[in-house]
């Protein structure tokens, strides 16, 4: 199973700025509409498809349709990738971790 930080990973390593990542430059069609992106704001919330629609006074059907969307336009097949998605549009950055280079300065 992939980890959230190995696909917020990817989406960073594509060299776009994160708020400028969207859907035509990850290889969709078209950008995620306002209510898509949302969506993705819910989902990385980790709020299920029936509480996104009572939130948004949608149906569970209905949510799950944006999500769809959200798949095809930001090519993706997880939540998982639409949270690392969403992480990127907010420009938050995980934690360093264990592997990873870190930089050091001298003093």
């Known amino acids: 199973m992939v ?5 917020y990973r ?7 700025e994160p708020n400028s ?5 990850a290889g969709a069609h078209a950008a995620p509409s306002p209510r898509e992106q949302e969506v993705a704001r819910l989902v990385a ?3 299920t498809n ?8 949608l149906s569970e059907r209905t949510v ?3 999500i769809r969307r959200l798949f095809r336009k ?3 097949s997880s939540r998982s990738q639409v949270v690392a998605w969403q992480m990127c549009q907010e420009n938050v950055r995980l934690p360093l971790m264990a592997n990873d280079p ?3 300065t001298s003093t």
């Open 3 to 7: 980890a959230l930080e190995d696909h």
């Open 10 to 16: 990817a989406f960073v390593s594509l060299g776009l």
């Open 21 to 25: 990542l969207d859907g035509r430059q």
């Open 45 to 47: 919330q980790g709020l």
């Open 50 to 57: 029936y509480q996104i629609g009572v939130r948004l006074g």
């Open 64 to 66: 799950e349709t944006y």
């Open 74 to 76: 930001l090519n993706v």
């Open 102 to 104: 870190v930089e050091h």
